[in-house]
């Protein structure tokens, strides 16, 4: 199994630019989640989504946006593009939400300059 | 409230030694702490996890050490080996919140094993 696949592994945007990150699991799980994780800060909460046609904001979505048409992928929406931005970005999805192992992708490093 | 504070940023230990990584959390509702390992250029994966109806769960060198009370809980290496080098994170939430999943970390601790 492939699990959660992210593309592309490596970008570099400029200031203003837009750009989907790609994310993409075969698990058949419900919950999908975007983070970004900065050093000595975590990983902090973008998106979520519950299911299929759902999604709703996490801890700091300003400047994203998402969508869920399928249960397998939950790209990631850049949009006028920001240094701010500048960070790794990790998919991840789990079976049953609460309680259980979330599951990870590599990460896309992007840098906005 | 929603913060989970993660200390120390930074860790060296010795082959075969203790490693000890700790976590603290204020939000009462929290009922799922998951501790997650990350190796450079990887995402993170489950290490271990534990509900507070429990006080310490182990897997083979690795423990969780829960305190209800004192809303912190921690892991423990035992016999530490290079390859534990890696980032840990910990992890708290809440089934509350709907069944989102939504997990809050700690802000990680990079862990280096020198043989």
């Known amino acids: 199994n492939a699990g959660v696949t992210q593309t592309p592994k490596f970008r570099i945007l400029k200031i203003g630019q837009s750009m989907t990150l790609q994310c993409t699991q075969d698990?058949?799980?419900?919950?999908m989640y975007w983070y970004r994780q900065d050093p000595g800060m975590g990983l902090k909460l973008i998106y979520y989504?519950?299911?299929?046609?759902?999604?709703d904001k996490g801890e700091v979505p300003n400047g994203y946006n998402v969508s869920r048409s399928t249960t397998e992928d939950f790209p990631l929406r850049l949009e006028l593009a920001a240094p701010s931005q500048t960070s790794v970005y990790f998919c991840?999805?789990?079976?049953?939400?609460?309680?259980?192992?979330?599951?990870f992708g590599q990460g896309t490093r992007l840098t906005v300059v | 409230q929603q913060q989970v504070k993660q200390s120390p940023q930074s860790l060296i230990v010795q082959k075969g030694g203790i490693s000890i990584i700790n976590c603290a959390y204020e939000n009462t509702a929290f009922d799922y702490f998951p501790w997650y390992q990350q190796f450079p250029g990887k995402g993170p994966a489950l290490l271990i996890a534990?509900?507070?109806?429990?006080s310490e769960k182990k897997e083979g060198r690795f423990t969780i050490s829960f305190n209800k009370s004192a809303k912190q809980f921690s892991l423990h290496i035992m016999d530490s080996q290079p390859g534990d080098s890696a980032t840990y994170f910990c992890a708290a939430s809440l089934s509350r919140s709907g069944n989102t999943g939504k997990l809050i970390f700690g802000q990680g601790t990079t862990l280096q094993v020198k043989p």
């Open positions: 991840a999805s789990s079976y049953l939400g609460w309680g259980t192992e979330a599951f």
């Open positions: 698990m058949n799980h419900n919950y």
């Open positions: 989504s519950v299911g299929a046609g759902i999604t």
């Open positions: 534990i509900r507070p109806d429990v």
